[in-house]
């Protein structure tokens, strides 16, 4: 396993993230434990989770995956120190979750408090804003006039900003979060955070996890250079897409027990035409170079500029085997070729 510097952190974490919102819906318990084992032998010291979690989200399954982990911190104390857990604070939207309301100073100190208490630890390595209280260009919201760019009050949204580094400052001071990120965030969110913490003496973000895929690289290349200049470690989410790049969606399948046979918050939209046009092609791809395509699709993931960190996620060890050893594959200039050329043909296609 290779490590990296976690942007302008002191922390080193694996290149592969082990994502976790599958437990307390798809996985339980003893399946959780199973894959947290197996991705420690494997050598991976990064995991992801959030308050909203387990998927898909609701009131019944808030909070589980945080529990679930603190379960085994508890029953293994010893491994605290030599993991960095990450968790997020849910955006507004939610009704069950504090109301719905917009993160703020005094929401980010109450959810803090909450997350340690479920993950049964002292302190979060990263803690991150799951999505900002502003309409980002996230989840099928990217196609031109989607967002009213020009009726935005940039002004309010920013003293908003200033309100929510101040309570996560006080979260930094207690020894209750060591470092903060963004996530579903933009270029422009990314400077603002930046600029009040240098303006105010406040915490800096070190991080963002947006999806990032073979499916949808619209953060290629302009969010990712902001992270690489300003030393923000980016970390892509659902590399697969939310499994379509292993195939197994093609020709309307529904493997009992996948994610698509699960209710989804924002609805199934990268269930498109051009999406399945573009699995089957890439699937083709895999085959000719004898790979099996979720390994493809995540090495190349891997081998983006700029990427640090990859949060992958499985049902089962594996999956989760499969996936791990997909990042030790050094793809051919044959086989970068062939996707570079399928890429300017399926372009965005959700």
């Known amino acids: 396993m290779k490590y990296v510097r976690l942007g302008s952190s002191d922390l080193e974490v694996s290149r592969v993230c082990l994502g976790t919102m599958t437990w307390g819906v798809q996985n339980n318990q003893q399946d959780a434990d199973q894959q947290l084992e197996l991705a420690q032998y494997y050598g991976v010291n990064f995991i992801d989770t959030a308050e909203m979690y387990a998927i898909p989200p609701n009131k ?5 995956t945080e529990s679930i982990i603190g379960n085994y911190l508890r029953a293994n104390p010893t491994r605290r120190d030599n993991l960095v ?4 604070i849910a955006g507004p939207g939610l009704s069950y979750i504090r109301g719905g309301s917009e993160i703020s100073s005094t929401t980010v100190k109450q959810a803090v408090d909450d997350s340690l208490t479920r993950l049964q630890t ?20 990217h196609w031109p006039n989607d967002i009213a760019y020009t009726q935005f009050n940039a002004e309010q949204e920013k003293e908003k900003i200033h309100d929510i580094l101040t309570g996560l400052a006080d979260c930094v001071k207690a020894g209750k979060i060591r470092y903060c990120g963004l996530s579903d965030d933009t270029p422009w969110g990314i400077m603002q955070y930046l600029k009040l913490a240098e303006q105010h003496n406040l915490p800096k973000i070190v991080s963002i996890q947006n999806e990032f895929s ?29 499994g379509l790049l292993t195939g197994k ?15 989804q918050r924002h609805g199934l939209f990268r269930d498109t035409e051009q999406t399945h046009m573009a699995v089957q092609a890439f699937v083709d791809i895999a085959k000719k170079h004898q790979l099996a395509p979720a390994q493809l699709a995540l090495a190349w993931v891997n081998q983006v500029e700029g990427v640090t960190s990859t949060i992958i996620g499985a049902t089962s060890v594996e999956q989760l085997t499969e996936n791990i050893e997909a990042f030790d594959l050094k793809l051919s200039a044959e086989v970068l ?5 399928w890429l300017k043909t399926y372009h965005q296609p959700f």
């Open 214 to 242: 073979l499916l949808h690289t619209k953060d290629w290349p302009y969010l990712v250079e902001t992270c690489v200049h300003e030393d923000i470690a980016y970390l892509p989410w659902s590399p697969l897409a939310t």
């Open 122 to 141: 002292d302190y979060i390595d990263l803690y991150q804003l799951h999505w900002p209280n502003y309409t980002s260009p996230h989840f099928a919201k």
């Open 249 to 263: 969606y093609l020709n309307g399948a529904r493997p009992e027990g996948s994610r698509w046979t699960l209710m």
């Open 85 to 88: 857990i990450a968790s997020k």
């Open 337 to 341: 070729s062939d996707i570079t050329s």
């Open 60 to 64: 019944n399954t808030y909070g589980k």
